[in-house]
């Protein structure tokens, strides 16, 4: 069964990170854009990687310009914006593209019929929740408030391996 421990992704400073590191965490994933009417949610998703990370949670940030041109920066330009106006700490990656033949394994596995969400990303701030085990559990479209996915993280951070 394919996990999120079966990729590999570039961070913002083109190291890879193998996402094996992430499992027995609840992770969230997105696909985030600094010009986007969504853009707000980033200080939600910080919210939640504060209060949560310290019983095994994090958020994943993976810009991606596809949806309007809502990403036009470079890395570093996108990590000084989140970490200056929203104070993200979570790790955020190499800009790329999350649907088409350009998206990455991992946007094809998220977004494949294999995990029961066979259907393109539609904008910016679509969410992915990741269990303990790398299996994807729920997907969220953008409008989705970051609270509003703390009932679904609760009941994986108390679930049992």
């Known amino acids: 069964m394919t996990t999120l421990a079966n990729f590999t992704a570039n961070l913002g400073d083109g190291r890879q990170q ?7 965490q609840v992770v969230l994933i997105v696909n985030t854009a600094s010009e986007c009417g969504y853009t707000r949610q980033y200080a939600g998703l910080q919210e939640l990687q504060e209060a949560l990370v310290t019983r095994g949670f994090t958020v ?6 596809q949806f309007g041109g809502q990403e036009p920066g470079e890395a570093a330009e996108i990590e000084a914006f989140c970490s200056t106006r929203f104070g993200v700490a979570f790790p955020l990656f ?10 990455s ?9 294999a995990n029961g969400h066979p259907h393109p990303v539609k904008w910016n701030f679509t969410k992915f929740l990741i269990d303990r085990r790398g299996r994807l559990v729920k997907r969220y479209e953008p409008a989705a408030e970051p609270h509003e996915l703390l ?3 609760e009941v994986l951070l108390n679930a049992a391996g």
């Not at 193998?18 to 027995?24: I, Q, R, S, V």
């Not at 994943?60 to 310009?65: A, K, M, Y």
């Open 18 to 24: 193998p996402l094996a590191d992430y499992l027995g």
């Open 60 to 65: 994943l940030g993976f810009p991606c310009n």
């Open 105 to 113: 394994p991992l946007w094809q596995w998220l977004t494949g019929a």
């Open 151 to 153: 009932p679904d993280i």
């Open 94 to 103: 190499a800009k790329g593209d999350v649907n088409g033949a350009a998206a």
